[in-house]
């Protein structure tokens, strides 16, 4: 069975910091997703970043880049430029192709100190 | 133009009642998903359909019943409440297997 952990409960980083989260995950499938979720004090879950395990380019978005090692099974989230609307939780995701099953890690919680 | 809206976005009810949680898409998708997240943020699927149809039903006492009138449409309906129950639900759509869209979320407390 596919599991997704995130050994980090909490983390702080000031602003305008660099800040990375972890994210590791089992499985024994090639293909797969990996994304990330922001869940912010008001409860949305908001889609951060996508990673297609066959692409071996990294992906961003503006602030937000990860770091995915397939080899290691590692898909870290790195948030450049930290700001006050970054404190949210963070929850690593992985999808199998052709599935519909999204597995979340635990979440970090993350806390942008100004 | 809200995506993914669900109703109420708070739920407080005593144990024994049965209650139901709406949810809508405007996203023109054909897959829906109920989740549930516990009080440790512990985020877990329930239950999924792609054009009416059941495609994922996990572990979830039968007291738990999801209903789809048609694809724009996901409910979940709760018999006999308990104290356990005490989470937030979240609904979300997708095309497909793709990206999936989360609603607001439904905080649901059993007294």
């Known amino acids: 069975a596919q599991t997704v952990t995130q050994s980090q409960p909490e983390m702080s980083v000031q602003e305008a910091e660099t800040v990375t989260l972890s994210c590791t995950y089992d499985?024994?499938?090639?293909?797969?997703?990996l994304f990330w979720y922001k869940q912010p004090p008001s409860r949305q879950m908001i889609l951060v970043i996508r990673?297609?395990?066959?692409?071996?380019q990294n992906a961003t978005e503006n602030r937000f880049s990860v770091n995915f090692q397939k080899a290691a099974k590692s898909f870290s989230l790195k948030i450049s430029d930290s700001q006050l609307g970054d404190t949210a939780m963070y929850f690593c995701?992985?999808?199998?192709?052709?599935?519909?099953?999204?597995?979340f890690g635990s979440g970090t919680r993350l806390l942008v100190r100004p | 133009d809200t995506a993914v809206s669900q109703t109420p976005k708070y739920l407080v009810t005593q144990m024994g009642n049965d209650k139901s949680i709406k949810c809508e898409q405007n996203?023109?998708?054909?897959?829906m998903y109920w989740y549930k997240q516990d009080s440790k943020k512990f985020l877990k699927i329930m239950f999924s359909?792609?054009?009416?149809?059941?495609?994922i039903n996990e572990t979830v006492p039968n007291r738990f019943s999801p209903k789809s009138p048609d694809k724009a449409h996901l409910n979940l309906h709760i018999n006999s409440l308990e104290l356990g129950d005490s989470a937030v639900y979240f609904c979300?759509?997708?095309?497909?297997?793709?990206?999936?869209?989360f609603g607001p979320g439904t905080r649901l407390t059993v007294t």
């Open positions: 990673q297609e395990a066959y692409k071996q």
């Open positions: 359909y792609n054009n009416k149809e059941l495609i």
């Open positions: 995701a992985f999808r199998m192709d052709s599935s519909y099953k999204l597995i």
């Open positions: 979300a759509s997708s095309q497909r297997e793709n990206e999936q869209y």
């Open positions: 499985t024994s499938e090639s293909n797969y997703y």
């Open positions: 996203l023109g998708h054909d897959t």
